[in-house]
């Protein structure tokens, strides 16, 4: 069974191999370090085997005697050997437990050496012979699911949306206020989570604003993304792609999530073309057209405490949105104070890539969420906001773990406790 797991992991890996993969796994890391403190991994444990260089070295050496000339003819030399079982047990804690694919690495590499990449192809590869948590496979598998099982599931769905509909229409003081569900030709389709607290602040925004709009009814999240199983994440995403397209909407709106938005703005469009070709943006972007034009109002008053913002990797240092949310936040608190460093420089909080999800290392993840814990004790702020879930646990959790004795929200809410009806 070993021998067949190397042989599918090998092909998974060679199916994986393009030009930006083959150059950051032969020799352009120059092992200057660079890469090292700009791992929250590394800063929070100060083990140098967690480094990014350590993590990527154990793929990389598997990777260079497929694609290094070099490392064929002398692999005693550049360390180079073909891949074995016990790689990828090791594998199995260098990609996913102790690197969240943040690419913060990557930023501060003065090469550019993909790091995230390298390991993102290790997980591919484990992910092919069933060595991956199991916990993000189930996750996936409910997604998908979920499309399968969808017309006995409308109805309870509806039921329950109908249900949220009050908490909308209390805090507008307007009955007509709804969450509409497959309305046929509306501008947005919104795509939430599966929390109401992804459900009801955007229903109460977009209420407020008088958009045009229908609510998914699918969720945003697509664990295959932290499995790197791109069959299952081609899946996943293009449940919303068609049911936007059944409904003719001119855009989608992504939930405050960071690899949901991640996945529907940037590698959908590698995967199919223009076969959809809808305008995705987050709905921070949203947030922040809407006070730009006056749409809504908000009451900065109404939240007289110091707050701070934690960028999401996917949202900010990969997707650009930064200046949206705190021109928002700023609008929308009295006390805004800003993290160092911060936007595309920020440290990840620990709990992305699927880490949340995985019970049985939630003890590393806390650790490796040091560095935050730090950067939000820094700031002095007694509310932490952010525009992902998995940040929002993962603060919530480093909070009691550290003691930083603040609150956490999202963006969505933040804007509700301070809009003006």
Not at 58 to 79: A, H, I, N, Q
Not at 185 to 211: C, D, K, Q, R, W
Not at 255 to 275: N, S
Not at 355 to 362: K, Y
Request: aromatic letters at 8%.
């Amino acid at each position: 069974m070993g021998n067949n797991n190397v042989e599918i992991a090998s092909r998974e890996l060679s199916k994986r191999l393009n030009r930006m993969l083959g150059v950051s796994a032969t020799n352009l890391c120059t092992h200057c370090g660079w890469c090292i403190e700009a791992c929250h991994v590394y800063q929070s444990t100060k083990d140098p085997e967690k480094s990014p260089v350590a993590k990527a070295e154990r793929v990389r050496r598997v990777l260079k005697s497929e694609v290094d000339w070099l490392s064929k003819l002398f692999p005693w030399w550049t360390g180079a050997h073909k891949l074995t079982e016990e790689d990828l047990d090791d594998w199995l804690y260098a990609a996913f437990r102790d690197c969240t694919l943040c690419e913060r690495c990557v930023i501060n590499c003065p090469m550019g050496v993909e790091t995230p990449a390298i390991l993102a192809a290790a997980r591919g590869a484990l992910t092919a012979v069933g060595k991956h948590p199991e916990i993000l496979e189930d996750l996936a598998e409910i997604a998908i699911s979920r499309e399968e099982s969808l017309d006995s599931y409308r109805e309870f769905f509806k039921s329950h949306i109908k249900s949220l509909e009050k908490e909308v229409q209390e805090k507008l003081k307007d009955p007509r206020a709804s969450i509409p569900l497959e309305k046929q030709g509306a501008e947005i389709l919104y795509v939430p989570l599966s929390g109401v607290h992804t459900i009801v602040p955007p229903a109460i925004i977009f209420n407020a604003a008088g958009a045009s709009w229908t609510m998914s009814m699918f969720e945003a999240s697509n664990y295959a993304f932290f499995m790197a199983d791109t069959a299952k994440m081609k899946q996943i995403a293009e449940r919303i792609l068609k049911e936007a397209q059944r409904l003719g909407v001119k855009e989608i709106a992504v939930t405050e999530c960071g690899h949901a938005y991640g996945v529907l703005r940037w590698e959908a469009k590698k995967w199919f073309g223009d076969k959809y070709n809808f305008k995705v943006r987050s709905v921070l972007e949203l947030y922040d057209e809407y006070l730009s034009k006056g749409l809504i109002r908000l009451d900065p008053a109404k939240s007289n405490y110091s707050v701070t913002y934690h960028d999401p990797c996917n949202i900010g240092r990969k997707g650009g949105v930064v200046d949206e949310p705190r021109r928002v936040l700023s609008e929308a608190v009295s006390d805004y104070r800003e993290m160092t460093p911060n936007k595309a420089e920020n440290f990840c909080c620990g709990g992305g890539s699927g880490m949340v999800a995985c019970e049985e290392w939630s003890e590393y993840r806390l650790t490796y969420g040091k560095v935050k814990a730090d950067q939000i004790r820094e700031t002095g702020a007694k509310k932490v906001v952010t525009a992902c879930d998995n940040c929002l646990h993962q603060i919530k959790e480093l909070n009691e773990r550290y003691d930083l004795g603040i609150t956490v929200s999202n963006v969505s809410q933040q804007i509700v406790e301070s809009l003006v009806v």
